[in-house]
């Protein structure tokens, strides 16, 4: 049994920041940084992916001495999935190219038996089936999905452009959503950040969450929409996966019932750590976040 498994693909990332001409080349992925980010908060957790034999035995370790089970991961003979990430002058912005990946997971590729209290469903190029995701749903208490993976096209030299999202029903097996204002406005084809939640809660989506960058998170739940603020790191040195561990963050408190502002808290703060170092690696504990987090939530959100 489960708190959280996250599913979607494990990856190699090469991240270009401003400052360098060559790249950092770390463990990268949703699900590697949302699994850390749970396990650091002491959930009990598991990643389901599919990787290459090229894959670095270090990640593989890593992800091990950070309580990640890791039996839903199968080594294939096949390309891990490759990105390459390059960030703007302040890292606001970045492109993002794929360099390969292997294929969508299938129903095969899932652990049977499996019984988690959460499934996050994290794909980050459409590995992620429709059929996967419902089946799934057996096996959790709550479905959380980040579409990030299942609104990316990819160009002729692999570069990202956002389209539609293909399959909307994928919707209705959600009980969380999780995305940026870009990704929300290619699944739901709205401009409009509160016009687009509303349409995702019509699918019976119980918990939106946006996420903002710098200025935070906004929560939609039970017709109420709350504005959360970001947690300020020390320093910025790579954003990579910062919206990933937030929901790490969150559904880490969320399974054991906790007030859901106080969730978004944890998430936010877990975030603020993950951006002072390079990719999922960082270094901080439970006491830590929760200290950003009770700062935030007593100055900034209770009311």
Not at 203 to 224: D, N, P
Not at 251 to 258: Q, T
Not at 261 to 279: K, P, T
């Amino acid at each position: 049994m489960f708190d959280i498994v996250s599913v979607g693909h494990l990856c190699i990332d090469s991240i270009f920041l401003p400052e360098r001409q060559t790249p950092f080349i770390v463990l990268g992925g949703a699900t590697a940084y949302v699994s850390i980010a749970a396990a650091r908060l002491e959930a009990r957790v598991a990643a389901i992916s599919k990787v290459g034999r090229d894959f670095p035995k270090a990640y593989w370790w890593w992800l091990e001495q950070e309580k990640v089970n890791l039996n839903g991961v199968k080594i294939e003979d096949v390309e891990t999935t490759r990105f390459e990430l390059k960030y703007n002058a302040d890292r606001s912005d970045r492109t993002l190219a794929l360099k390969g990946k292997p294929p969508p997971l299938a129903i095969d590729d899932l652990p049977n038996p499996l019984r988690t209290q959460a499934v996050h469903l994290a794909p980050i190029a459409g590995e992620v089936t429709y059929e996967v995701a419902e089946n799934l749903k057996k096996c959790a208490d709550i479905v959380s999905l980040d579409p990030q993976g299942l609104v990316r096209d990819f160009g002729e030299n692999g570069d990202v452009i956002y389209s539609r999202l293909g399959v909307t029903s994928i919707l209705d097996l959600v009980n969380i959503y999780k995305s940026s204002k870009n990704e929300i406005e290619a699944v739901t084809g709205l401009s409009d950040v509160h016009s687009a939640i509303k349409a995702v809660h019509d699918h019976g989506v119980e918990v939106v969450l946006i996420t903002l960058g710098a200025k935070g998170v906004m929560l939609s739940f039970e017709e109420s929409v709350h504005e959360i603020p970001a947690c300020k790191p020390e320093r910025l040195v790579d954003p990579t996966g910062a919206g990933d561990t937030f929901i790490g963050g969150f559904l880490s408190e969320y399974v054991n019932g906790e007030n859901i502002l106080r969730c978004a808290s944890v998430g936010v703060a877990a975030a603020s750590f993950v951006v002072e170092g390079m990719g999922p690696t960082f270094l901080w504990d439970k006491a830590q976040v929760y200290q950003r987090a009770r700062e935030l939530y007593e100055k900034e959100i209770k009311r």
